[in-house]
């Protein structure tokens, strides 16, 4: 297949501002060139993606979907990146069969079946606003194969979608991430640091465990993370950066466990088989993606959501977990050439459904 990938319109590749969306775009590219499908992407310029000459697109980046209250409209800015990519993709549309869409939002889905290509949507966040909500939904019934998904509960987070919508999970660069049987480091956690993310809840952990929390990740709302400081000013925290994905994989091992206190539903949680995919075993909320994917009491423990006691006393009990169990149930589940295939497969799928 030769395939365009229609990039996040939030920020350029390698900010960071895209979240588990730059990985996942990066493990696709090189999954789905390694399987033979060609590959040429548009993205916000200032992307950078190693073995790839990225399309550089101008224009003004879309503010993220998860900052919007649920009855917000969905608008787009004047000269906007997101209007930009699209557009450039339409005058080269010959040059594809498929546009797979990598942004959460309205203007790519409603051009669905407007294209001589195939226009494909993998959806990167759950159900945040009404307004994305019904355009999701529609584009589900009304395009057989068009839409896919990371897990389950994402999908479930959509009232009335189709049952056609395809999960496809997620996948790491196994390689990419240190295996370490160390267990007595400090606590993880690793995302944007943002209310979503619940990161306060984290903090909390380290003051009710007396163990060190190191956070990486995009400091998106500062105020954030000194508020949940001055809350548990015992708690001994250190926000060691936002790193690359590769520094990541370095140092990710050195956890003694990965706390998971999203506040939202994840859609699929890519830190979670990253730190699984070095051993570290995973204390997640049991709430959207990262409970699918941690097996309780096997590669770490899934709590009752917003439990800090129960998150706590799991800490206590994460020696029992095997960390070689942890990297095993990724190496069989969530391989980076497992997902490549799996999108393939759906890809495919769509292509014959036109
Ligand atoms: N990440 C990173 N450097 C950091 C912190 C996070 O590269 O310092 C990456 C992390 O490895 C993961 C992504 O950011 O691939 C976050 O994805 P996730 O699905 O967990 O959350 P999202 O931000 O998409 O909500």
Same mark, same amino acid.
């Given at each position: +297949?030769?395939?365009?990938?229609?990039?996040?319109?939030?920020?350029?590749?390698?900010?960071?501002?895209?979240?588990?969306?730059?990985?996942?775009?990066?493990?696709?590219?090189?999954?789905?060139?390694?399987?033979?499908?060609?590959?040429?992407?548009?993205?916000?310029?200032?992307?950078?993606?190693?073995?790839?000459?990225?399309?550089?697109?101008?224009?003004?980046?879309?503010?993220?979907?998860?900052?919007?209250?649920?009855?917000?409209?969905?608008?787009?800015?004047?000269?906007?990146?997101?209007?930009?990519?699209?557009?450039?993709?339409?005058?080269?549309?010959?040059?594809?069969?498929?546009?797979?869409?990598?942004?959460?939002?309205?203007?790519? +889905?409603?051009?669905?079946?407007?294209?001589?290509?195939?226009?494909?949507?993998?959806?990167?966040?759950?159900?945040?606003?009404?307004? +994305?909500?019904?355009?999701?939904?529609?584009?589900?019934?009304?395009?057989?194969?068009?839409?896919?998904?990371?897990?389950?509960?994402?999908?479930?987070?959509?009232?009335?979608?189709?049952?056609?919508?395809?999960?496809?999970?997620?996948?790491?660069?196994?390689?990419?991430?240190?295996?370490?049987?160390?267990?007595?480091?400090?606590?993880?956690?690793?995302?944007?640091?943002?209310?979503?993310?619940?990161?306060?809840?984290?903090?909390?952990?380290?003051?009710?465990?007396?163990?060190?929390?190191?956070?990486?990740?995009?400091?998106?709302?500062?105020?954030?993370?000194?508020?949940?400081?001055?809350?548990?000013?015992?708690?001994?925290?250190?926000?060691?950066?936002?790193?690359?994905?590769?520094?990541?994989?370095?140092?990710?091992?050195?956890?003694?466990?990965?706390?998971?206190?999203?506040?939202?539903?994840?859609?699929?949680?890519?830190?979670?088989?990253?730190?699984?995919?070095?051993?570290?075993?995973?204390?997640?909320?049991?709430?959207?993606?990262?409970?699918?994917?941690?097996?309780?009491?096997?590669?770490?423990?899934?709590?009752?959501?917003?439990?800090?006691?129960?998150?706590?006393?799991?800490?206590?009990?994460?020696?029992?977990?095997?960390?070689?169990?942890?990297?095993?149930?990724?190496?069989?589940?969530?391989?980076?050439?497992?997902?490549?295939?799996?999108?393939?497969?759906?890809?495919?799928?769509?292509?014959?459904?036109?």
């Amino acid at each position: +297949m030769r395939i365009a990938f229609a990039s996040t319109p939030v920020g350029p590749l390698g900010s960071g501002v895209g979240g588990g969306v730059e990985l996942t775009l990066e493990i696709l590219a090189n999954g789905l060139k390694k399987l033979g499908h060609s590959i040429e992407i548009f993205a916000p310029s200032g992307s950078v993606l190693a073995g790839f000459a990225v399309n550089q697109i101008d224009g003004t980046l879309q503010t993220p979907t998860q900052d919007a209250d649920r009855g917000e409209p969905i608008s787009i800015a004047k000269g906007s990146v997101l209007e930009n990519i699209w557009d450039k993709i339409w005058r080269e549309q010959d040059k594809f069969d498929v546009v797979l869409n990598f942004a959460y939002d309205a203007l790519p +889905m409603r051009l669905t079946g407007l294209f001589r290509a195939r226009v494909v949507h993998l959806v990167s966040m759950a159900s945040l606003t009404d307004a +994305m909500d019904g355009v999701i939904v529609e584009t589900s019934i009304r395009y057989k194969a068009a839409i896919a998904m990371h897990s389950r509960a994402q999908a479930e987070s959509f009232s009335g979608l189709s049952p056609d919508v395809r999960i496809v999970g997620s996948g790491v660069a196994l390689d990419n991430y240190q295996f370490n049987g160390s267990v007595d480091g400090a606590l993880g956690f690793v995302g944007r640091v943002s209310a979503e993310k619940g990161v306060e809840d984290a903090v909390a952990i380290a003051e009710r465990t007396g163990l060190p929390l190191k956070i990486w990740g995009l400091l998106q709302d500062n105020d954030h993370l000194q508020r949940a400081k001055s809350r548990y000013p015992r708690a001994s925290v250190s926000h060691e950066g936002f790193v690359t994905s590769a520094q990541l994989g370095r140092v990710l091992g050195q956890c003694r466990a990965l706390l998971v206190t999203s506040k939202w539903v994840e859609a699929f949680g890519n830190v979670v088989i990253e730190a699984l995919a070095c051993g570290v075993p995973v204390i997640a909320y049991r709430r959207g993606g990262p409970a699918e994917i941690v097996v309780d009491g096997q590669t770490g423990f899934t709590v009752e959501p917003d439990n800090l006691t129960q998150m706590a006393e799991a800490v206590r009990r994460i020696g029992r977990i095997k960390r070689a169990d942890c990297r095993a149930h990724v190496t069989s589940n969530y391989s980076s050439e497992s997902f490549a295939r799996k999108v393939e497969n759906w890809l495919l799928e769509a292509l014959a459904a036109i």
